[in-house]
């Protein structure tokens, strides 16, 4: 949440400020109904485990574009909070939760394409689909309950003043908020993808070797390069 105090009007600044912010939304918004659409309208038996991830993280970012950057752009331009108290712990819910969910799903995106590299065969039938289904529920059930802790538990006292969306100060609030949606999914990313980088490394270095302990063509005389050569030297 965010404490902002009332601006008498706009000015230059808030003016041009707001047309990249609606540039920002607006693509946002569409960028991610594209995804969802394609995903929506693509065959069944085309769908991998990749393609579930990556629609849900378009869900996820795409209530994120609706449902919390129109009224974050709103409270940034204006300084102030115009849609009074009761909206404000709703917004507040929403916010940590979407932005939560879509933080998580990138880290569910990044755990599947750990799978897919490190069991590529098996990929598919590690990931069925109920065990997708479960991931992505997993996904919105933790975001939901870090939400559900960090404003209730660790619950601060909301200002009276309608123009105020007031930040929650309380340690422990902070602490769930940065560290558990964001420095654990980070640390997570930042493992999982340096692994991934060290297999395809590993894999690229074995096509290597393989390609240097092959005879060369001039010599075997077996493939077709190695007989048009022959004749060409022949001609």
Not at 104 to 125: M, Q
Request: charged share 10%.
């Amino acid at each position: 949440m965010y404490t902002a105090s009332a601006a008498p009007g706009w000015s230059w600044r808030e003016t041009l400020s707001a047309i990249p912010l609606s540039l920002i939304i607006i693509c946002t918004i569409l960028g991610n109904a594209l995804v969802l659409f394609v995903f929506i309208t693509r065959p069944r038996f085309l769908r991998s485990p990749t393609h579930f991830f990556i629609a849900n993280l378009a869900l996820c970012d795409f209530f994120v574009g609706t449902l919390v950057m129109p009224f974050l752009a709103s409270l940034f331009l204006n300084r102030t909070w115009s849609f009074g108290s009761p909206f404000c712990l709703a917004w507040t819910m929403i916010h940590f939760t979407m932005c939560g969910s879509s933080i998580l799903s990138t880290c569910a995106v990044c755990v599947e394409r750990y799978i897919g590299v490190r069991w590529p065969l098996n990929h598919k039938e590690i990931l069925s689909r109920p065990r997708i289904y479960m991931g992505i529920v997993g996904v919105w059930s933790t975001s939901l309950f870090l939400m559900i802790t960090s404003l209730f538990v660790f619950y601060e006292n909301i200002s009276s003043n309608p123009n105020e969306c007031g930040v929650n100060r309380n340690i422990g609030h902070i602490l769930i908020a940065v560290v558990g949606t964001l420095y654990i999914p980070g640390a997570i990313m930042v493992v999982l993808y340096s692994k991934i980088y060290s297999i395809a490394s590993t894999h690229l270095n074995s096509i290597r070797d393989q390609k240097k302990s092959t005879p060369s063509k001039s010599h075997t005389g077996v493939t077709s390069d190695g007989l048009i050569s022959s004749q060409e030297s022949s001609k």
